[in-house]
Structure formats: structure tokens, C-alpha cells
């Protein structure tokens, strides 16, 4: 808490007592402190592959790699990649501060869970062509209060997971069912897992269980936190459970119908 004193005085010029006002400072720097961090793990997760990608225009800038084809293709592989990562990074990092915002706002309506969850596989499909998403619906009837286009991207961002850290041809099942006021939709794989420890670690944002989890899979290290940010704008929760080496669990909640 800072202290700001004032003497109080009488006519004369006398003190005759102080005013003391506190303030509580320590969630304000709380927030200041957070707000620093993140801009500082912003820097270098942009930097990297901008790094990247000046160094490889820059070498081929040289016209060195004229005589080595496989080496100027190699050159324009890692600005392509690179390139596609950072665009992903600020798109999610878009996402995130729009979705801490307070001038953002989720517009909510009736929706079938159903139909979030075919969309959702829908557009996961396409990479997950290798894999077997099972889609275990029931009863399909189900309606939730939410914001399609957001609840529909928390669960992309949970199946490209499932997806990205399963074996080839495991099955991923996706579910909903009615809870007494709630909806809980889960999202399961048969994976690799995820330690105990990490399992709400994962949710903050560029957290992830393995450093070379972004490298070799391509992640941000962002979408959890995203699916998080999205759940709790609904007043919903969203966590884990997983078995090391048999797979893991996503649960999130939504309301069943509209708030009065
Ligand atoms: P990323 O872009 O790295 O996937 P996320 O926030 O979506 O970022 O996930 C954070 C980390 O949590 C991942 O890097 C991975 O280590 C771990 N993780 C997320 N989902 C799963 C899953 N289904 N199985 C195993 N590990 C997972």
C-alpha cells in the first residue's frame, strides 16, 4: 500500500494533525509487472524467426547460393516457414489481447453443440488426414449460450492438439453432455500425455511441456491460454486430466441457456 501524508494546519500555521490516504498499489503492479513480461516474450518469440529470415535474405542477397540450387531452396524453405510462424504468433497474440479487452465483447446466442462440434472437426480434418477423429455426440439435442465463432475455435485449437501430439492413426473422440445446468464437452486423445505438473501450467500463455514442442510441432505456445480466455469470458472452466503415455482430456463448460 503507498502512503500519500498531508499535514493538516490551523490558520496559524500550526500542524494540528495529518491526512493519510492509502492506495493499494500491489495490483496495479501486479498487472504492470505481467503486462512487462509478456511484452518482453513477445520480443524474442517475434525476433527468433524474424532472425531467421533476415539471415536467410541476407545470404541470398549475396547471389553466393547461385551455384548451389539446393542450398538456395533450402534458403527460401526457412523464410517460408519462418514467415508462416510469425504470422501465426500475431494472430494470436491479436486474439489474446482482443479477448482481454474489455472493449471486446462476445456476442452470444443460442447455438446446437452439436453443430460447434462438426464445425469444428470440420476444419480439423484437413489436417489430421493421417488420424481418426471419432465424433461421439449424444445427445445431439444439447444448446449452449456462446459465441459460435469463439467456442468453435477453442475447439480447433483442442483437436489440433489432440492431433499434433498423437500417434498416426489413434483415434480422438469429442463429446458433449448435459450436465444439471451446464454443458461439459470433452476433447481426448490417446497420446503422449502431459506431466501433472504441467497440467495448468499449459493454460498460461507460451507455456509448453517441451522447449522443442513449438520448433518441431509449430506451435505458439498460445492457444491454450486463447481456449482459456474464451471459456472464462463465458464463465465457464476449462482444464486438463491426462495419463503419461495414454492420453489426455480437455473439459470445458457452458452454460446450458441464456443467463437472465
Ligand atoms: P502450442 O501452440 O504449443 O500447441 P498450446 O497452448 O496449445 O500451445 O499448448 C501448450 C502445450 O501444452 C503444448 O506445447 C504441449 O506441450 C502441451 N499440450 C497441449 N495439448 C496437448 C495434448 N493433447 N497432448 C499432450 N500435450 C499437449
Same mark, same amino acid.
Given at each position: 500500500?503507498a502512503?500519500?501524508?498531508?499535514?493538516?494546519?490551523?490558520?496559524?500555521?500550526?500542524?494540528?494533525?495529518?491526512?493519510?490516504?492509502?492506495?493499494?498499489?500491489?495490483?496495479?503492479q501486479?498487472?504492470?509487472?505481467?503486462?512487462?513480461?509478456?511484452?518482453?516474450i513477445?520480443?524474442?518469440?517475434l525476433?527468433?524467426p524474424?532472425?531467421?529470415i533476415?539471415?536467410s535474405?541476407?545470404l541470398?542477397?549475396?547471389?553466393?547460393?547461385?551455384?548451389k540450387p @539446393?542450398k538456395?531452396?533450402?534458403? %527460401? #524453405?526457412?523464410? $517460408?516457414?519462418?514467415?508462416?510462424?510469425?504470422?501465426? *504468433?500475431? !494472430?494470436?497474440?491479436?486474439?489474446?489481447?482482443?479477448l482481454?479487452?474489455?472493449?471486446?465483447?462476445?456476442?452470444k446466442?443460442?447455438?446446437?453443440?452439436?453443430?460447434?462440434?462438426?464445425?469444428?472437426?470440420?476444419?480439423?480434418?484437413?489436417?489430421?488426414?493421417?488420424?481418426?477423429?471419432?465424433f @461421439?455426440?449424444?445427445?445431439?439435442? %444439447? #444448446?449452449?449460450? $456462446?459465441?459460435?465463432d469463439?467456442i468453435?475455435?477453442? *475447439?480447433? !485449437?483442442?483437436?489440433?492438439?489432440?492431433?499434433?501430439?498423437?500417434?498416426?492413426?489413434?483415434?480422438?473422440?469429442v463429446?458433449?453432455?448435459?450436465?444439471?445446468?451446464?454443458?461439459?464437452?470433452q476433447?481426448?486423445?490417446?497420446?503422449?500425455?502431459?506431466?501433472?505438473?504441467?497440467?495448468?501450467?499449459?493454460?498460461?500463455?507460451?507455456?509448453?511441456?517441451?522447449a522443442?514442442d513449438?520448433?518441431?510441432?509449430?506451435?505458439?505456445?498460445l492457444?491454450?491460454?486463447?481456449?482459456?480466455?474464451?471459456?472464462?469470458?463465458?464463465?465457464g472452466?476449462?482444464?486438463?486430466?491426462?495419463s503419461?503415455?495414454?492420453?489426455?482430456?480437455?473439459?470445458?463448460?457452458?452454460?446450458?441457456?441464456?443467463?437472465?
Amino acid at each position: 500500500i503507498a502512503w500519500n501524508n498531508t499535514l493538516l494546519r490551523d490558520s496559524a500555521g500550526h500542524i494540528i494533525g495529518t491526512v493519510s490516504i492509502g492506495e493499494d498499489i500491489t495490483e496495479r503492479q501486479k498487472i504492470e509487472q505481467m503486462k512487462n513480461e509478456f511484452i518482453s516474450i513477445v520480443s524474442h518469440e517475434l525476433r527468433t524467426p524474424l532472425t531467421a529470415i533476415r539471415a536467410s535474405l541476407g545470404l541470398l542477397q549475396t547471389g553466393i547460393y547461385e551455384k548451389k540450387p @539446393d542450398k538456395l531452396k533450402r534458403m %527460401i #524453405e526457412i523464410a $517460408a516457414i519462418d514467415s508462416e510462424r510469425l504470422v501465426r *504468433l500475431v !494472430n494470436d497474440i491479436l486474439d489474446l489481447e482482443r479477448l482481454d479487452s474489455a472493449r471486446a465483447v462476445l456476442e452470444k446466442t443460442t447455438c446446437k453443440a452439436s453443430d460447434l462440434i462438426r464445425q469444428a472437426v470440420e476444419a480439423v480434418q484437413a489436417i489430421a488426414d493421417r488420424q481418426q477423429i471419432a465424433f @461421439d455426440i449424444h445427445p445431439t439435442d %444439447i #444448446e449452449v449460450w $456462446a459465441a459460435s465463432d469463439a467456442i468453435v475455435q477453442t *475447439l480447433i !485449437n483442442l483437436l489440433s492438439n489432440a492431433v499434433k501430439f498423437s500417434p498416426v492413426g489413434s483415434t480422438i473422440t469429442v463429446s458433449v453432455e448435459p450436465q444439471i445446468d451446464r454443458a461439459l464437452f470433452q476433447v481426448r486423445d490417446r497420446g503422449r500425455g502431459i506431466p501433472a505438473d504441467k497440467l495448468e501450467a499449459i493454460f498460461g500463455r507460451f507455456q509448453q511441456v517441451d522447449a522443442s514442442d513449438s520448433r518441431d510441432k509449430g506451435g505458439t505456445g498460445l492457444g491454450l491460454a486463447i481456449c482459456r480466455s474464451i471459456i472464462e469470458r463465458h464463465g465457464g472452466r476449462i482444464w486438463a486430466e491426462s495419463s503419461l503415455g495414454a492420453g489426455s482430456t480437455f473439459f470445458f463448460t457452458l452454460s446450458l441457456q441464456q443467463e437472465a
